[in-house]
């Protein structure tokens, strides 16, 4: 099948330069994700698996941006007056070691990004039977992106074209999964958070605490999906963009990913400190409630209860425990 678009050495040396930038910004989402998971905290109280995710995700799109720089390097200088048919054929030929290595690393980063989300949802909804179909997408994701990588390397002798019919079902079949896991997972933890705010807020005209968060969840379920589905036409359209957006969407997982995180922590930042600010007013109207019982003391009060009854066999009044007799007035 021919292939439409920009050059493949074109978009190769496109795709590094983009890919740098969106890297250089994802190290510094990081670093900003590891200050608000730590800062003001003891070790203990830091949550080590989403510590170890975002560790991990830095981790393969660094070795993803190095392995970037290696094939353009080879393509443009090393083997360009040596590879037959020059760097374009060189970047065309997906039997290079470069480029099963880093389409293996972005098989990684999406089963890593779509496995956090099925987490995540079974967390908030606590139910096994939420998660079920998220699950079996996440399968689909890896058997169909660990299929396309293997007929990739198991071709040395034969060079595959990557719109060939026999690779084109099962990197369709990716896409398809993980923009469906994306989607799914993304809207489930939406409409949870989103239910659990209007049933505790429903009776205030204020907007719950954690909405932002909710909004933050659709925005990066938009951006990831958006490329998707990019990557996804350019694909099927046989267009050599989808490898400049490849490229691109590592990156993008990681940035997607930190963007939540951040959130999360200054939301529960803004929380904690909205408490400590309602506990101090508490403590300060208690102190002057004490402060103002110690200035004024108060002291024991007599009460006199007089008592006023009419005998009417004796006609006597009685006032308290005193007896008076009325006079008497003869006609």
Known sequence: MASRGIPQDTGALMSAVLEGILYGFSVLMFIGTIWALAYKKRMQNVSRPITVVAILLLVVSTVHMVVTIIRVEDGLVKYRDTYPG??????ADLTQQTYVIKHALYILQTLL???VLTYRCYVVWQSVRVIILPTLLWCSVAVTGIHAVYSVSQASSNPLDVFAPDLTKWITAF???TITTNLLTSGLLAYRIWMIERNVYKARATIGPMMPIVRMLVDAAVLYSVVLFSLLICFVCSNNGESVLTDLVVPIISITFYMVLI?????????????????LHRGTTEG???ENLQQYPMKPLQVHISQFTQDDSTSAYRVGNEDRQPSRYKA
């Open 288 to 290: 002057r409630e004490q």
């Open 86 to 91: 020059g760097p374009a054929a060189y970047f």
């Open 263 to 279: 959130r999360i922590a200054i939301n529960r930042k803004n929380h904690d400190h909205l408490s400590t600010i309602s506990a």
């Open 175 to 177: 896409f398809a999964s």
């Open 113 to 115: 990004a779509d496995g």
